[in-house]
């Protein structure tokens, strides 16, 4: 099989990888979890953006992409405040949409999407740093090494 275009190829393997893996976390979720309407949406939510994405890929790659990351990045940021014990997963994901950015967009686009990306990084964790309620730790130590972890790894 010839590649004509490494980029276009790229984004429709992410997004044929990203539409099964939504899938497959959706059903999981039913299966497991059938109380928690929250997952439902933000699964379903994610699963729509990337079906989207896929279909206008050719034409419109940038939009695309912009589909895809935006609605992840506002789902994922949900879901930290929406579950803050548990943030890790969340900014796993803020962390591989970031390296999306890095790899499928040049110029303005890619430097905005990166610098709206690390604000909703650090957005995170100034809420949790003035909110304890929404911290992942009662430790403030905790939440500060987390943020500069994540912090360096988002650069990285």
């Given at each position: ?6 980029e276009?190829?790229f ?9 099964a893996?939504?899938?497959l976390?959706?059903?999981?979720d ?23 994405a896929?279909?206008v ?13 935006l ?15 548990n ?5 796993s ?7 999306i950015?890095s790899?499928?967009l ?9 610098v ?7 957005a995170i ?15 403030l ?7 500069i ?8």
């Open positions: 099989m010839a590649v004509k275009n490494i276009t190829f984004l429709g393997t992410l997004l044929k990888i990203c539409i893996g939504v899938l976390i959706f059903i999981s039913l299966t497991l979890y059938p109380e928690d309407t929250q997952s439902f949406a933000i699964d379903f939510l994610i699963l729509t953006a990337c079906s989207g896929y279909l890929r050719k034409k419109y790659s940038t939009i695309s992409i912009f589909m895809v990351t609605v992840v990045l506002a789902a994922m940021f949900y879901q930290c405040l929406a579950v803050p014990p943030p890790t997963t969340s900014l994901i803020i962390l591989i949409v970031g390296f950015h790899v499928m040049r110029g303005v686009a890619m430097w905005t999407m990166h709206l990306t690390y604000l909703l990084i650090l964790f100034l809420i949790q740093f003035l909110n304890p309620s929404q911290r992942f730790s009662v430790d130590n905790d939440v500060v090494t987390v943020a972890t994540y912090s360096i790894l988002f650069f990285i």
